[in-house]
Every structure is written in C-alpha cells, then in structure tokens.
C-alpha cells in the first residue's frame, strides 16, 4: 500500500505560488494514479487533481484548472503540485493519496491519509 508523505506548504500572498511534494512508499508506485485533496477548515475534502501512472494524462476540478500543475517522478516516487497565481480561497490543507475514478468523482480506496501540509493565502 502507497503511504503518502506531503510537503511544500506554507504561507504565501495572493498571486503567489508554491509547489507541493508527495513522497510516497511502494515498489508499485508507477502503477498508481495519484491525487490531491484539500480540505479549508469547516469544509469537506475536496479534489483537487489527479494524474495517470505514466503522468502523461492528468484532470482537474474546474476551481483550479489553468493555475495548479500536477505532474509526477517515478524514479523518486514522488507527486508534485504547482500551485501558481493562489487565491485566498485555496487556503487549505492539501493532501495526496492513491485515486480512482468512481461513477462521478474521484475518490480514494484506502482508509488512510497523510497528514497533510497547510497552505495559506493571504489577500
């Protein structure tokens, strides 16, 4: 099982960006489609984006299509999220883990969840 560790958080202006890390655990990690979530304090976890095994399909939730890049790197296992021209209302916790695509969303098949890294967003 892929166990996620997020990073890259942190606090930033409006209009600014950042890049976020996932370094995940697993010898299969290239068979996975990977994902990030976020959550803003008394909301629901939301998707965010999510990419194929081989990185070269990815999706996005319509909030962050145009500013936000997920790509990933077999070789280190790892799943990154450039976040560029960042709104206030991106302020959350990001998370990322293994997705699939269930009947009209995407969602994850395990229980388990990282801890997160914050971002913030001041305008």
């Known amino acids: 099982q892929v166990q996620p560790v997020e990073s890259g958080g942190g606090l930033v202006q409006a209009g600014g960006s950042l890049r976020l890390s996932c370094a995940a655990s697993?010898?299969?990690?290239?068979?996975?489609?990977m994902g990030w979530f976020r959550q803003a304090p008394g909301k629901e976890r939301e998707f965010v984006a999510a990419i194929g095994g081989s990185g070269s399909t990815t999706w996005y939730a319509d909030s962050v299509r145009g500013r936000f890049t997920i790509s990933r790197d077999n070789a280190k296992n790892t799943v990154y999220l450039q976040m560029n021209s960042l709104k206030p209302e991106d302020t959350a916790v990001y998370y990322c883990?293994?997705?699939?695509?269930?009947?009209?969303?995407?969602?994850?098949?395990?229980?388990?969840w990282g801890q997160g890294t914050q971002v913030t967003v001041s305008s």
């Open positions: 697993g010898r299969t990690f290239s068979r996975y489609f």
């Open positions: 883990n293994v997705v699939v695509w269930q009947t009209t969303s995407w969602t994850t098949p395990y229980d388990y």
